[in-house]
T-cell receptor
């Protein structure tokens, strides 16, 4: 059973702080990793994709991948109240079209 | 921009009715997916299609069927709706796996209530 695990939260951080969201996965054949943001009542939207070990930065967001330890994380610097949402980790094995999603971590940024 | 549209935002049906949910994408994507999302259970894959007339079962296909007659359109069918199919239904599309091209793009979702 391929699994993607996330702490459902809520994770509460003060405005301006760094929010750290973590995800572990079980399938060592996984090759594509995604972070989606989902506001309440809305559909998921892609924030970051990462395919190789290390860090990938995009503005205030940094995705980190460690395939040996089978985890992927998302850092949000200078957190804003507008970042309050549920963050979904998604993982795809190479050669497959299906993506497995975690249940999501709810982030609350306190003004 | 990729655009994925779904036929309805909200739908209310009665137990036993046949229900059609439609999804259209405008980016010529090969893959299309149907998920349902429930509190505490996350996104669960119902069916997906990687080409016209091709389909594969996801994790929870029971009680559902799909149809893909045209590349841009993927329909989810509930043959006889039941109350446990009350959920948020999300359609997504993506290109065939390639180098950094396999992002899934989601439609706005259909909140289905079965009474």
């Amino acid at each position: 059973q391929k699994e993607v695990e996330q702490n459902s939260g809520p994770l509460s951080v003060p405005e301006g702080a760094i929010a750290s969201l973590n995800c572990t996965y079980s399938d060592r054949g996984s090759q594509s990793f995604f972070w989606y943001r989902q506001y309440s009542g809305k559909s998921p939207e892609l924030i970051m994709s990462i395919y190789s070990n290390g860090d990938k930065e995009d503005g205030r967001f940094t995705a980190q991948l460690n395939k040996a330890s089978q985890y992927v994380s998302l850092l949000i610097r200078d957190s804003q109240p507008s970042d309050s949402a549920t963050y979904l980790c998604a993982v795809k094995a190479g050669g497959y079209q299906k993506v497995t999603f975690g249940i999501g971590t709810k982030l609350q940024v306190i003004p | 921009d990729v655009k994925v549209t779904q036929s309805s935002r909200y739908l209310v049906k009665r137990t036993g009715e046949k229900v059609f949910l439609e999804c259209v994408q405008d980016m010529d994507h090969e893959n299309m997916f149907w998920y349902r999302q429930d509190p505490g259970l996350g996104l669960r894959l119902i069916y997906f299609s990687y080409d016209v007339k091709m389909k594969e079962k996801g994790d929870i296909p029971e009680g559902y069927s799909v149809s893909r007659e045209k590349k841009e359109r993927f329909s989810l069918i509930l043959e006889s709706a039941s109350t446990n199919q009350t959920s948020m239904y999300l359609c997504a599309s993506s290109q065939i796996s390639g180098t950094n091209t396999d992002t899934q793009y989601f439609g706005p979702g259909t909140r289905l209530t079965v009474l």
